[in-house]
């Protein structure tokens, strides 16, 4: 089919039966808490508004820095090109399903932030499941925040706060930005710490869906419009993966090694430079990595080889026609040709890529956690049966050899 040329430019919204709702956690007001968006199958609304993708311009700011571009013209670039976009859920919106949700715990890439894969967290909340989308605090992301106190000197007193509304009360926001390699640094150790972290944050974001389940009830310094009770016996908690891109992929392998309530990993064109070799014959849980045809090379793919096994399901797909960023949400925001140039997009329409990478981690996650829904109708793709796949890898592996 040819390409529109005036392709209507947005986040696709979820295709199951579930309206998407979308809210922000952050347990405390430090670096050390945990920070996530949440995906949830909710009523559906009329009138409820939609957030915003991105939600502050420091984010731009930061993704400025990762691209090692100026701060005060890439703003503007990046708010003309992208500053109107909402994204596919309903903002607060009252949590709905009539059975228990799996859980998925979602890890973001480097330089980038917990809003900006929400056409697959909104795919996957549409379809049933619960998704926190972590923002990691290891100095990957582009930019987070936390909050610090403002000293007792700064504190506008009680009254005027109440009366001016302002919803953190003496809380400022801090914020935390991307944190380049410098010149000369080696890799591998700052990698290493940041996914040992990452890891880690995903795992506490999990403990603290745990207790949210339990219907205690727990602080959220972000106040939101949400409701936190209604999330009481939400979660099927014996059904719960983790899933990441790119460095996020990384952080799926260091999670499933961690943490076996992790009952398997999605790793979307998984980065495995931060991983030691020695935690893959660790990783008891089946793998799915599903890959672009641009991005991989031999080391990496036979790093991801390493955690082949005769016994544990490690599978892999490479889409044609992907690249990098065919993952994250950018490659539904500019027109085909900006989108290209800056390789925000492969030759592979983006809603396909898209879908068949939504289709084929809903059968691996039925096939691993055991639902009982349709999503066995796509278990072809987990092995590459498509015109658009490729099973395996499209990289030549003898070359590393040699
Ligand atoms: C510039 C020098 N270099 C710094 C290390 C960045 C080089 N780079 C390729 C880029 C990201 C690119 C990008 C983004 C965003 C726009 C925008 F214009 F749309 F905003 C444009 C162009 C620039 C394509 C990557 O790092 C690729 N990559 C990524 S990209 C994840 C991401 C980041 C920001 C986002 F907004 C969305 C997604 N996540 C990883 O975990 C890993 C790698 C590489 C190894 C491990």
Redesign the pocket.
Known sequence: MGSSCSNNLGIPPGNGPNAVGCTDFMMDHTAEGTFFRLYYPCQEMESAEKPDWVPCKEYFNG?AD???MNRALSERI?NYLFGSFKIPAYLDAPFKSNEKCPVIIFSH????FRT?YSAICAEMASQGFIVASVEHRDQSA?ATYYFCDKPESERSNASLTKSSGATQQNLVKEWMYYR?LRHGESEFPLRNKQVKQRADECILALDKLTEINSGISVQNVLETQFDWSTLKNSMDLCRIAVMG????GATVIEALCKEVKFKCGVALDS?MTPLDDEIFPRVKQPIFFINSEKFQWAGNISRMKKLDSAVIQRKMITIRGTV??SF?D?TFLTGNWIGKL???KGEIDPELAIDLCNKATLAFLQRHLGLEKNFNQWDPLIDGEDENLIPGTNVNLLQSAI
């Open positions: 993704l990762f691209m090692k990046f890439g480097l330089g980038a900006l582009s380049a891109h790119s460095f996020g980065w990098h960023q994250p950018f800056m390789k925000l």
